[in-house]
């Protein structure tokens, strides 16, 4: 190897951001391995071996190593103290003697196999380097632009690197264009053999709430809290918030002026409804208000089963249970509780039946 080359070799380490002493340990290490391979004597072994570049003008030296004993079994790692005495005067016993064992063209063996190395080890480190730069970004938004469609996937060019969107990541209904920007939920980075794999999706309820802080200044800021999200992609969100701060409201704060921020929002999920609710630390009341847009009458919460019983007018009765019973399903999502719902009337009627037991069970017992 010659200083040209270690030059350019020091230009490319520092282009791309690769340490030098481990690009320099790395070559020296599968030197000693060629060296085993290709010229190792009855003199050397690959325990005794070491390699030496010359960080400035590229020499390479190879060297056998030998312990410093008085008597000698081993000649392949042994030296005599005496032969090692007339080497250099400085030697003791247990010292390691570098004697030299380069042999005459081993600087070509060496410059091909330093740039089979320094290739490998600068895919390996653009790899490590663009895995560094997404994993940053997990279970955060990014914004990618849609390159085709291909077997139900939707393959995305998010900058330095290729994902693509598998078809349960995909809201239902979505169309995707060429050349269309869209912004997605990174779910997971994984560091593969072939470098970064980035799982993103547009399904996701974290979606839902990057999307929330980016809009709102109040949540970005902290003082409007996001406590929960519950989320039927394509269709309908139901997100609950709470303020830090008595004198700002979070449900208009995520509103916003005229509803631009949650319009800004609902453009972007492309016409997903978003319910806002306030979250309360009282079951009772959060339970209520996540069953919005509908009226509840009362809520009656059983701690044990983690379950609630709602009475609602008999007007509201469809509206609270949802089409297909999408809004008390997200509402328990939300809320982690089971739900069940009843009119006003059908209330009624099951208390007078439970009345009704109760009488006759009295009557019974009189008997």
Request: charged content about 30%; some cysteine.
């Amino acid at each position: 190897m010659n200083q040209e080359f270690i030059g350019a070799l020091k230009e490319i380490v520092k282009d791309k951001g690769i340490s030098e002493d481990l690009i320099f340990t790395t070559i020296e290490d599968a030197l000693v391995a060629a060296y085993k391979k290709n010229y190792a004597s009855p003199t050397t072994s690959a325990q005794n071996v070491k390699v030496s570049i010359n960080r400035e003008n590229g020499e390479i030296h190879v060297y056998a190593q030998k312990v410093v004993v008085e008597d000698v079994y081993d000649y392949v790692t042994e030296i005599s103290l005496e032969e090692a005495k007339e080497i250099s005067p400085r030697y003791d016993l247990d010292d390691i003697v570098d004697l030299e064992v380069t042999p005459k063209n081993f600087g070509r063996v060496a410059a091909q196999l330093a740039k089979g190395v320094v290739t490998q080890r600068i895919r390996e480190a653009e790899r490590n380097i663009v895995y560094s730069e997404y994993k940053e970004l997990e279970y955060d938004i990014i914004t990618g632009t849609v390159l085709r469609k291909d077997k139900g996937n939707v393959f995305v060019n998010l900058g330095r690197i290729e994902t693509s969107i598998g078809p349960n990541e995909q809201i239902p209904g979505e169309e995707y264009k060429f050349n269309e920007r869209i912004k997605l939920y990174v779910v997971e980075v994984k560091n593969g053999s072939k470098g970064a794999q980035i799982l993103v999706s547009r399904t996701h309820p974290g979606l839902v709430k990057r999307l929330f802080e980016l809009e709102v200044p109040e949540i970005y800021e902290g003082v409007v809290e996001i406590k929960s999200i519950s989320r039927e992609a394509g269709s309908r969100s139901k997100i609950a918030v709470y303020s830090n701060d008595e004198n700002v409201d979070p449900m208009g704060s995520c509103v916003g002026p005229k509803g631009t921020r949650v319009q800004n929002i609902v453009n972007e999920l492309k016409g997903e409804k978003i319910d806002i609710i306030k979250w309360s630390k009282n079951p009772e009341e959060f339970i209520a208000a996540a069953l919005s847009p509908a009226k509840v009458l009362e809520v009656e919460v059983f701690e044990d089963s983690k379950s609630a019983k709602v009475v609602v007018d008999d007007n509201q009765l469809s509206l609270a249970i949802g089409k297909e019973g999408q809004n008390v399903r997200l509402a328990a999502k939300l809320t982690n509780w089971k739900i069940d719902i009843k009119s006003k009337s059908q209330a009624e009627a099951l208390k007078k039946e439970e009345l009704k037991e109760e009488s006759v069970d009295e009557i019974e017992v009189l008997e």
